[in-house]
């Protein structure tokens, strides 16, 4: 853990910089392509008229790049960024082709520049998993380890973009580690807050949209919390319906997928004459949303544009995130609700619109809230944010089968599942299941008299049930094992004179009472073999029992019953007057 932790830091480090430097390039093309003046500083395409021509064409031009730089580079830079992070991780043994670390960034930068409605975060991520797998492939490491600096480089990347470096972390946990231990979560804590603290001097420590406003929180609120949430559910399965049905409809075309991105932004420049405004990232777009400056007329065209943009371009599998645009659409939700609920505080809806709306499109709540208050350093609505954020997710899991980050790799091939629980093996010991009634063989017994002692093989006696003989000198202590097969092969091969000594062999692996099921099932599997001694942990001559296979599925089986199997523990009796009785 400590030596994975110190590798992470160089790569937090280097996430923080790549985090910098993409920033930069998504300014300097946006100022080319839109203004035709060089400069770094991230603007809006939208912020000033410009020729319809260029706002029509130049995504188009971008999806084209970025189409030549899919075929004639890496296919893997398609996409949104997390998905492919995540089949990096579950699939490819957490290695990402050098390539990836330099296209994907590049290419996210030439779509955003030009108009593309999607976030920096998505290449981000995929960008600092790429230097983090890149690092711990010059290293003799394991796959376990590989993966924590990849996620560390990835969320590293992500802290130093949004400076939330807590929403990253939980970001890793809900979404990309896939475990909750320290060998993991401290290497991508470490690698998080570097990041957020070399963000300092390069992009500021402020909060990316701070509000700083009282809010006048009633019981109506938290009530109207909820119905906020209902609706951002609503659209976020309607926003992750359309993601998939456009790359259905893509993938229907007689084109190569090159040509896709292409048709995608003439998609992007159709929209962004109607709202120009709906183009490029948009943080300008979310700060007016955040701050209750916005328009009811942008706000309508927002959510609508934005929303149709983004979901049928990503389907084409141009390169962008989904973080930036799911801000604007929440906030442009909220800031509508604001018209209609009461009162709270300035752009306080479009604040619990945008948790809710990224708790139900990426299925991940906790991010959602804790991303909420981040951005915009507004702690005294926590409440609500989680009142929201929960509902979306409860909406978005009962209505939708997987998320617009799942389904991608499902229909792949691969059964991705995000649900954590406790390993049952983990909780239970070997002697809460463990076989005590135990047939042990002297050694200087032969096959011919132990076959007689346990009887017909095919008489369904008992003795036979038991499939691993443990092997005993004259005092009792433990020389060796024997199984049934062994004893049935010599028999059959007309060796029945052979003592058990001769037939014998060294257990595989063996265990203790105390020991938990899960240690067990990882020696079974390291041995090959699917039953094991337990021994006295005092006297390891001594045995105890067998644990077998079949055990541990009981208690699996046990936890099964747990959770399905329902019973009334308490009843309620009625008591009736004594002169009722009579």
Not at 134 to 145: K, V
Not at 254 to 270: D, K, S, T
């Amino acid at each position: 853990m400590l030596m994975i932790t110190a590798l992470a830091v160089p790569i937090g480090a280097a996430a923080a910089v790549i985090s910098w430097a993409l920033l930069q390039l998504i300014g300097l093309i946006t100022n080319a392509v839109f203004y035709q003046r060089v400069s770094t500083t991230l603007v809006a395409p939208g912020a000033e008229d410009h020729n319809p021509f260029l706002v029509l064409l130049a995504p188009v031009v971008g999806g084209l790049v970025i189409g030549l730089m899919a075929r004639y580079g890496s296919e893997k830079i398609r996409g949104h960024g997390m998905p492919e992070a995540i089949e990096a991780i579950l699939i490819g043994g957490s290695k990402v082709q050098p390539r990836v670390a330099v296209l994907k960034p590049v290419s996210s930068a030439v779509a955003i520049g030009t108009g593309g409605p999607f976030g920096a975060e998505g290449p981000i991520i995929m960008t600092g998993g790429a230097i983090g797998s890149l690092f711990a492939q010059f290293l003799h490491l394991t796959a376990d380890e590989r993966k924590t600096l990849l996620v560390a480089g990835a969320t590293a990347g992500m802290a130093a973009t949004f400076n939330s470096p807590l929403a990253a972390l939980v970001l890793a946990v809900e979404l990309l580690l896939f475990e909750w231990r320290p060998r993991s979560l401290i290497p991508v804590a470490a690698a998080v807050s570097v990041a957020a603290v070399v963000r300092q001097p390069l992009l500021g420590s402020g909060a990316l949209f701070p509000v700083d406003v009282p809010l006048h929180l009633g019981t109506s609120a938290y009530l109207l919390c909820v119905v906020s949430g209902v609706i951002s559910g609503l659209l976020a399965i309607a926003a992750t319906g359309l993601v998939y049905a456009s790359e259905d409809a893509f993938g229907k075309l007689p084109v190569h997928w090159m040509w896709w991105p292409a048709i995608g932004g003439l998609v992007i420049g159709i929209g962004g004459l109607f709202v120009p405004e709906a183009l490029g990232v948009g943080y300008d777009i979310i700060e007016a949303e955040l701050t209750g400056s916005i328009g009811l007329g942008l706000v309508v065209g927002i959510l609508i544009v934005k929303t149709l943009i983004w979901s049928l371009s990503l389907g084409s599998g141009t390169s962008g995130g989904v973080l930036a645009p799911m801000f604007m659409i929440g906030g442009a939700l909220g800031s509508l609700e604001a018209h209609v609920f009461p009162a709270v505080g300035p752009g306080f809806w479009a604040l619990v619109a945008l948790a809710g709306v990224l708790g139900g499109v990426m299925r991940s709540p906790l991010t959602g809230v804790v991303f909420a208050l981040e951005l915009t350093h507004q702690y005294e609505a926590v409440l609500p944010l989680v009142i929201a954020a929960t509902t979306a997710f409860a909406v978005s899991v009962l209505l939708l089968k997987r998320s617009v980050l799942t389904e991608k790799i499902a229909r792949r091939g691969y059964h991705l599942t995000r649900e954590y629980d406790v390993d049952p093996l983990e909780v239970f010991f070997v002697s809460e299941v463990m076989s005590e009634d135990v047939l042990e063989l002297e050694d200087g017994l032969t096959v011919a008299e132990a076959v007689q002692v346990l009887g017909a093989p095919l008489d369904g006696g008992s003795d036979w049930e038991q499939r691993l003989y443990p092997v005993v000198d004259s005092a009792g202590a433990l020389r060796g094992v024997v199984t049934r097969r062994t004893l049935l092969a010599e028999t059959a091969a007309g060796r029945g004179d052979r003592s058990m000594a001769e037939v014998m062999r060294p257990p595989a692996a063996v265990t203790h009472a105390d020991q938990t099921l899960r240690h067990v099932a990882e020696l079974m599997s390291r041995a090959e073999v699917n039953r094991v001694p337990v021994l006295d942990r005092d006297d390891a001559s001594s045995v105890l029992g067998i644990v077998s296979l079949t055990q541990l599925l009981a208690a699996r089986q046990r936890d099964q019953q747990e959770a399905r199997e329902r019973e009334r523990v308490f009843r309620v009796r009625l008591v009736t007057p004594l002169w009722s009785r009579r």
